[in-house]
């Protein structure tokens, strides 16, 4: 299996500001949904679809963010990663991307529009390669970071994964 380093050279992976971890945009649609066909929380046009390879290690994890569209989460290779899902019912559970889907690990996973995610590399992992895929198409006008005193204060159940997963 290769390393973390060369997955990143091979697939072109650079920093992902603000969230943290690795991407690279694979699919961008050329095709755009016109402000009348979005929720009216949305401004502006969208791509009707996009795409990322996204890769965690041990030095990084995807801070707790939400975004207004569905996101749909897709399991490659290395080892697992730990999510954490914070609904806007107040509930939240974690969950683990992984290949050893016996075990109750996911290949795939959609988080909902409106949903608080995080996620990291599960300890003692060298790396998780991930993709995600988003219709409408991503468009980080509509990407929210967490604020880790507001959403402990709303999720206390979580405080401690949450402290982990934010920077602020």
Not at 47 to 60: F, Q, R, V
Request: charged share 20%; with cysteine.
């Amino acid at each position: 299996m290769p390393t973390a380093k060369e997955i990143q050279e091979l697939l072109k992976l650079q920093p992902l500001p603000v969230e943290g971890g690795y991407f690279a945009e694979t699919y961008r649609s050329k095709f755009t949904l016109t402000q009348r066909s979005l929720p009216s929380d949305c401004s502006g046009e969208r791509p009707l679809s996009t795409a990322i390879y996204y890769m965690l290690t041990p030095d990084t994890f995807s801070a707790m963010h939400r975004l207004k569209g569905d996101e749909v989460y897709h399991f490659y290779l290395g080892d697992p990663a730990e999510m954490l899902i914070l609904k806007p019912d107040g509930t939240g559970e974690t969950l683990l991307m992984g290949h050893d889907i016996v075990s109750g690990m996911r290949l795939q996973h959609v988080v909902p529009g409106g949903v608080w995610q995080g996620s990291r590399l599960r300890p003692g992992g060298k790396f998780a390669l991930l993709g995600t895929t988003m219709a409408p198409g991503f468009d980080s006008a509509d990407f929210e970071l967490g604020s880790r005193s507001e959403l402990t204060a709303r999720f206390p159940a979580y405080a401690e994964l949450i402290t982990v997963l934010t920077r602020r």
